[in-house]
């Protein structure tokens, strides 16, 4: 079976305050940059995993975001596929 | 009554509530560790505070998957007493027990301190012996306390009355110099529709010995067990 790659990005919905975000900011402009606007911090995440297809591979990563990733209620992800040279 | 209290790798209130419900009210009280599916034949289910897997990835995340608690939403399903404190809650949350989730605190504090709140209905077997209105004093220990719901989820909440705790000021008015965390609608604690299910962010098992200064849990836990034993 095909090995993938997935580069996972879970980001705060619009509508959830970010005070990590907010507090960098303030950081950012103590160091001058006060030309810097609204900080969102969020994560990222790698893991490999095997699959039949990309579609397959596609299907369970929705699955792992929606379940433990990410929690839907307050944060939105999306996902990079990239298939893994097989020896 | 018989009491089951999850235990999960870094929880730190589990002896705590085993303190209250077997010491102080003499209820049998069984420990069960997360791995375990069997919850054997017990009446009320404590999820306690900590920091269960050490709060990876959300508070509550990875616990929520533990077999303890496939068996408590088993036992919420049958219509059971579940009970969610501190990091309790947000696993009740995170399994999908109770709407909405926690997040970080509006002031980036975690915050340690004795808070008034407001009983905002007594009508459930969790808050039978607290009158209505009343504003009661409990413990506060935690960094992701702010409670998070879509307006959708809210105006359900408020229009199901299932909102039981509000953070207020000490005469019981509920605004926003009363909020210790930025949660919406002041929120600490909430149930499901059913009423089966509360989870709150205070620790009311730790407000209900009197050498710990304040009592105000007590009655939370007295409470249930009259309920209970009247049902």
């Known amino acids: 079976m095909p090995h993938y790659s997935a580069r996972i990005y879970v980001t705060l919905r619009p509508s959830v305050l970010?005070?990590?975000?907010?507090?960098?900011?303030?950081?950012?402009?103590?160091?001058?940059?006060?030309?810097v606007g609204p900080i969102r911090i969020g994560k990222y995440i790698e893991l490999t995993l095997e699959a039949e297809n990309e579609a397959a591979a596609s299907q369970q990563l929705d699955r792992m975001c929606d379940q433990l990733l990410a929690n839907p209620v307050i944060e939105n992800y999306r996902f990079e596929l990239q298939t893994l040279a097989t020896a | 009554m018989k009491f089951a209290v999850i235990v999960f790798p870094g929880a730190n209130c589990d002896r705590d509530v085993a303190y209250v419900?077997?010491?102080?009210?003499?209820?049998?009280?069984?420990m069960v560790w997360h791995e375990d599916s069997d919850l054997g034949?017990?009446?009320?289910?404590?999820?306690?505070?900590g920091f269960s897997y050490g709060d990876y990835l959300r508070c509550g995340a990875i616990a929520r998957f533990s077999p303890a608690m496939q068996a408590t939403v088993e036992h919420a399903k049958?219509?059971?007493?579940?009970?969610?404190?501190?990091n309790g809650?947000?696993?009740?949350?995170?399994?999908?027990?109770?709407?909405?989730?926690?997040?970080?605190?509006?002031?980036?504090?975690?915050?340690?301190?004795?808070?008034?709140l407001r009983v905002e209905r007594t009508d459930l077997l969790w808050t039978a012996n607290y009158s209505a209105g009343q504003v009661i004093t409990l413990p506060i220990a935690h960094g992701e306390g702010c409670y998070y719901a879509d307006e959708a989820t809210l105006a359900e909440l408020e229009a199901n009355r299932q909102i039981?705790?509000?953070y207020s000021s000490p005469d019981g008015s509920v605004d926003e110099k009363a909020n210790p965390n930025g949660s919406l609608g002041n929120i600490a604690g909430i149930c499901n529709r059913a009423g089966n299910v509360l989870g709150l962010m205070p620790h009311p098992e730790?407000?209900?010995?009197?050498?710990?200064?304040?009592?105000d849990g007590l009655p939370l836990f007295e409470g249930l067990v009259r309920s209970l034993v009247a049902a």
């Open chain 2, 206 to 215: 730790r407000a209900a010995d009197a050498v710990l200064g304040g009592v």
């Open chain 2, 41 to 49: 034949d017990v009446d009320v289910v404590v999820v306690p505070g």
């Open chain 2, 78 to 86: 049958a219509g059971k007493p579940v009970l969610g404190i501190c």
């Open chain 2, 21 to 30: 419900t077997r010491d102080i009210l003499g209820q049998p009280t069984r």
């Open chain 1, 18 to 35: 970010d005070p990590a975000g907010t507090a960098v900011q303030s950081g950012l402009a103590h160091m001058g940059y006060t030309n």
């Open chain 2, 89 to 116: 809650f947000q696993i009740l949350t995170e399994v999908g027990l109770l709407p909405g989730a926690l997040v970080r605190n509006r002031d980036m504090r975690f915050i340690c301190d004795r808070v008034p």
């Open chain 2, 164 to 166: 039981v705790f509000r």
